[in-house]
């Protein structure tokens, strides 16, 4: 039986004063995830054929650190590059006011939420970027502590505590332990430049089949496309709040926006324009840390690389997971990874193979609804005196994807004019899906009707449109491409 699925600005110029690092309480993670900024640095620190002399005089504001520095035991490297970045928590740029309006209590700390890791494959002509999630079950290799110098003997934790015990060397080091990639270049971006980057890029478009309220973020949109500015979109990678999807959601919702980013970046000319270029990337590098290898001709080769870049150039994937409940004494409830998908997943990308497989090309545009077809069952009743209509429809919605029962009735009725979808009023987004796809019919709430829709055929039935949910159905790894979750 199917879940139920219910219903549920200003641009602002600010200076940017000197950065500060301040601590917050470890219970108020940004649990917006930082793939949407780390994934803008990528392609605004490549220079896109601007020239040596402006990268030079970018790279000098970056904030060196060598978390590479006396490791040992490391994976054997494969081909392509493969960047970890990382997001930490800053708020001191952020106003007051913005605090207040986006919801932003709490105090920084050093810290981090999200990691992920990114690929550049060696042809230059695909991105792969995989988000490890934070509460990830992993076992750090003994260290000595950043802050207090003890020595600690390897032990188990969730994988953002590697960073606040050990800083990015021992990020690093836990992260080619658990997926046996070996990491190339390490980039750390302070979240506080998320907004005003959206920003000057003058926004970013979002498409959403339905209603997304999240009071916890203050986030509220109807349904349609936005244009969001700095601090919307702030709201809408955060939001977790908005349906039982909780986590999942928000991660496909964060995909989608950091596909749109590109596409924005990508199709606004930023990467070729001297001027533009300049402001967006002086205003990532404010926040960057990166490793000492990360110099002038890496970005000029990573900016040469990411000219042609477009969303169907990036695949967005998270590592597969197996028991999302995973108890550890001490520690509490971790993920934990499937250890066959992600070892197939981490052998690709060492590989230097695509995570996503080829799709045919659509003919006809699908229309994009709010619930997979597959979720939605369906009763098919002929309402007219048509032979073998119910049969026809039936069919057709089935090769649309939809759960039908694939034995079609007659209706009580025999001339019915109007198609006709009736539906528990628990079930509404369910049926709004099904209604897209049959032109001309009419919706008519049953209270008590249950989980299945009943689609009675009427004199007006033409045929069953090709619809698709609003997150594609993932293949291989779950992974998708960015051109299938941006606004077409």
Request: aromatic share 6%; hydrophobic share 40%; net charge positive.
């Given at each position: 039986m199917?879940?139920?699925?219910?219903s549920p600005r200003t641009t602002r110029p600010r200076p940017a004063p000197p950065r500060r690092r301040r601590r917050r309480k470890q219970d108020e993670r940004p649990r917006?995830?930082?793939r949407m900024a780390t994934g803008l640095s990528v392609l605004v620190l490549g220079a896109g054929g601007i020239g040596h002399a402006v990268v030079t005089n970018l790279e000098s504001g970056i904030d060196r650190i060598d978390p590479f520095k006396d490791m040992k035991n490391r994976p054997a490297g494969g081909?392509?590059?493969?960047?970890?970045?990382?997001?930490?928590?800053?708020?001191?740029r952020i106003t007051k006011d913005e605090k207040r309006k986006y919801r932003l209590g709490g105090q920084p700390c050093h810290c981090t939420d999200t990691i992920m890791l990114v690929h550049l494959s060696a042809d230059e002509q695909r991105a792969s970027v995989v988000s490890l999630p934070r509460d990830?079950?992993?076992?750090?290799?003994?260290?000595?502590?950043?802050?207090?110098?003890?020595e600690h003997a390897a032990h188990p934790v969730k994988l953002n505590a590697a960073y606040a015990e050990g800083g990015p060397g021992l990020t690093v080091s836990t992260v080619e332990t658990m997926t046996g990639v070996k990491i190339d270049h390490y980039l750390e971006v302070d979240f506080t430049s998320f907004m005003t980057t959206v920003d000057t890029l003058g926004g970013v478009k979002i498409c959403t089949a339905r209603p997304l309220k999240d009071s916890y973020t203050g986030l509220d949109l109807a349904a349609g496309t936005h244009v969001l500015d700095g601090g919307q979109a702030l709201q809408y990678v955060r939001s977790r709040h908005i349906d039982g999807a909780a986590d999942l959601g928000r991660m496909q919702r964060?995909?989608?926006?950091?596909?749109?980013?590109?596409?924005?970046?990508?199709?606004?000319?930023?990467?070729?324009?001297?001027?533009?270029?300049?402001?967006?990337?002086?205003?990532?590098?404010r926040?960057?840390?990166?490793?000492?290898?990360?110099?002038?001709?890496?970005?000029?080769?990573?900016?040469?690389?990411?000219r042609g870049f477009s969303p169907s150039s990036s695949e967005f994937a998270s590592v597969p997971m197996g028991d999302v409940a995973f108890q550890v004494k001490g520690i509490g409830s971790t993920v934990k990874w499937d250890p066959v998908k992600a070892k197939q997943l981490f052998t690709?990308?060492?590989?230097?193979?695509?995570?996503t497989t080829a799709r045919p090309a659509e003919k006809v545009p699908a229309k994009k609804v709010d619930v997979p077809p597959k979720q939605i069952r369906v009763q098919v009743y002929n309402g007219t005196a048509r032979d073998g209509l119910g049969s026809t429809v039936d069919a057709a919605l089935h090769a649309t994807g939809f759960d039908t029962t694939r034995a079609p009735l007659t209706a009580p009725q025999h001339d019915l004019q109007h198609t006709l979808v009736t539906y528990d009023p628990r079930w509404d987004r369910s049926a709004k899906s099904l209604a897209a796809a049959l032109p001309g019919a009419e919706l008519r709430a049953v209270p008590g009707q249950g989980a299945t829709m009943r689609v009675t055929a009427g004199e007006n039935y033409r045929k069953v449109e090709r619809v698709h949910a609003e997150e594609p159905d993932p293949g291989r790894f779950g992974a998708v491409k960015g051109d299938q979750v941006v606004c077409p």
């Open positions: 199917p879940t139920p699925h219910r917006w995830g930082m081909r392509g590059m493969n960047l970890l970045l990382v997001g930490t928590d800053g708020r001191d990830s079950y992993a076992e750090i290799p003994a260290h000595r502590d950043r802050t207090t110098g003890q964060q995909q989608k926006f950091m596909a749109a980013l590109i596409k924005q970046a990508t199709g606004s000319g930023v990467l070729l324009n001297p001027v533009k270029f300049r402001e967006v990337a002086s205003t990532m590098l926040s960057v840390r990166a490793d000492r290898g990360f110099d002038t001709e890496q970005m000029l080769s990573l900016g040469q690389a990411m690709a990308l060492r590989e230097d193979k695509p995570l």
